[in-house]
T-cell receptor, first 112, second 111 residues
């Protein structure tokens, strides 16, 4: 079993739909990252959160530390949101040892 | 633009060869991380440097090595290349314990 698991692996939705991507982890973390990777390959950091909720535009990320679960929500989805979304666990820091453990990613396709 | 630069963008080489990938972190970031993304393995952490010193190691092969220089740029050296080393190689940088910012990646193709 992977230390970081995401669901679903693939998601296709119509433009305007509310999107939820889930991430569960089994390791102790100090924070969780959500990353976006577009078809060209570039990776953009969307959020880093250690508790509660963060919002940026139409994107919302939540985390429940007790349940070891995080969700990424996209409101009013748009075709330009089509990308692979990856969650990554940031370990409890061991003086500078900050290797990320990645989920396998969720491929999101938004149809116009 | 994340502020992290990587060169080259693309690299095509043959099995058995040696290549060097270069990464310049964001101004002020002391930590540099290297990641490999292959089709069958997803993103994998290779190695982290902090202010010139190695801090953490992932599943990095013995044929691979890295270093971080006094000006904080980093190089990843891949030697005795095999077909399976074909992948996207990303570096990222951060202020310690904070969000990591990724470079655009180097796409390595080993023929």
């Amino acid at each position: 079993k992977n230390e970081v698991e995401q669901s679903p692996q693939n998601l296709t939705a119509q433009e305007g739909e509310f999107i939820t991507i889930n991430c569960s982890y089994s390791v102790g973390i100090s924070a969780l990252h959500w990353l976006q990777q577009h078809p060209g390959g570039g990776i953009v950091s969307l959020f880093m959160l250690s508790s509660g909720k963060k919002k940026h535009g139409r994107l919302i990320a939540t985390i429940n530390i007790q349940e070891k679960h995080s969700s990424l929500h996209i409101t009013a989805s748009h075709p330009r949101d089509s990308a692979v979304y990856i969650c990554a666990a940031h370990p409890i820091s061991n003086f500078g040892n900050e290797k990320l453990t990645f989920g396998t990613g969720t491929r999101l396709t938004i149809i116009p | 633009d994340s502020g992290v630069t990587q060169t080259p963008k693309h690299l095509i080489t043959a099995t058995g060869q040696r290549v060097t990938l270069r990464c310049s972190p964001r101004s002020g970031d002391l930590s540099v991380y290297w990641y490999q993304q292959s089709l069958d393995q997803g993103l994998q952490f290779l190695i982290q440097y902090y202010n010139g010193e190695e801090r953490a190691k992932g599943n990095i092969l013995e044929r691979f090595s890295a270093q971080q220089f006094p000006d904080l740029h980093s190089e990843l050296n891949l030697s005795s290349l095999e077909l399976g080393d074909s992948a996207l190689y990303f570096c990222a940088s951060s202020v310690r314990n904070n969000e990591q910012f990724f470079g655009p990646g180097t796409r390595l193709t080993v023929l």
